[in-house]
């Protein structure tokens, strides 16, 4: 069965310091992830992704992630943020063989002025 | 490019009526899209996947009878909620698998707040 967690419900950090919101996977088969935004009573727009290829993976809005196969985890990070960046952030994976997407808890980025 | 659409945005219904939600690809052929449902500060799932001329494909626990969905074309699906109760609040979001170099990926609908007073 495939499955993403998101440890952590809420991510505090300042505008200008680097963050990192966190993902771990649990796949069979090769991973194929995603990072999505949402904001308030918006949709999700797509950050970024991994199919294959390179462990970092650059994406949206100077978002970028880290595939750690060893480790199972695909986390998000930005070296300085922004306020704009607060919003609900999902990581997802994706189902090989039905083409469905399993979406983390969601985590809730809040960045102080 | 792959943008997909919802109508409405939001709708208020009395409880016991049926609501329709659309989805629409807008420049491109979706020969599936997802239905999604979203509780406040909680993820998203999902419901159903659609299949273009063919029935769609329901998650356990999800009412068939309840959640009607149709996918007429390869650019619209619609999600009726029949007899719709309060429980059946929440925010709804649709998604469309896309073809070609992006098939890997699913793009999504701005969601539709559904409030069953």
């Known amino acids: 069965a495939q499955s993403v967690a998101q440890p952590e419900d809420q991510v505090n950090v300042a505008e200008g310091n680097p963050l990192t919101v966190k993902c771990t996977y649990s796949?069979?088969?090769?991973?194929?992830l995603f990072w999505y935004v949402q904001y308030p009573n918006r949709g999700l727009q797509f950050l970024l992704k991994?199919?294959?290829?390179?462990?970092l993976v650059k994406g949206s809005y100077g978002f970028e992630a880290e595939f750690n196969k060893s480790q199972t985890s695909f986390h998000l990070k930005k070296p300085s943020a922004l306020v704009s960046d607060s919003a609900l952030y999902f990581c997802?994976?994706?189902?090989?063989?039905?083409?469905?997407?399993?979406f983390g808890s969601g985590t809730k980025l809040n960045v102080k002025p | 490019g792959a943008v997909v659409s919802q109508h409405p945005s939001w709708v208020i219904c009395k409880s016991g009526t049926s609501v329709k939600i659309e989805c629409r690809s807008l420049?491109?052929?979706?020969?599936?899209m997802f239905w999604y449902r979203q509780f406040p500060k909680q993820s998203l799932m999902l419901m159903a996947t659609?299949?273009?001329?063919?029935?769609?494909?329901?998650e356990q626990g999800v009412e068939k009878d309840k959640f009607l969905i149709n996918h007429a074309s390869l650019t619209l699906s619609t999600l009726t909620v029949t007899s719709a109760h309060p429980e059946d609040s929440s925010f709804y979001i649709c998604?469309?698998?896309?073809?070609?170099?992006?098939?890997?990926?699913?793009?999504f609908g701005p969601g539709t707040r559904l409030t069953v007073l």
């Open positions: 420049d491109f052929q979706a020969t599936t």
């Open positions: 998604s469309a698998r896309a073809p070609g170099t992006h098939r890997n990926e699913q793009f």
């Open positions: 659609s299949n273009e001329g063919s029935k769609a494909t329901y």
């Open positions: 991994y199919i294959t290829g390179d462990n």
């Open positions: 997802a994976v994706r189902d090989y063989n039905f083409n469905k997407f399993y």
């Open positions: 796949v069979s088969g090769n991973p194929y």
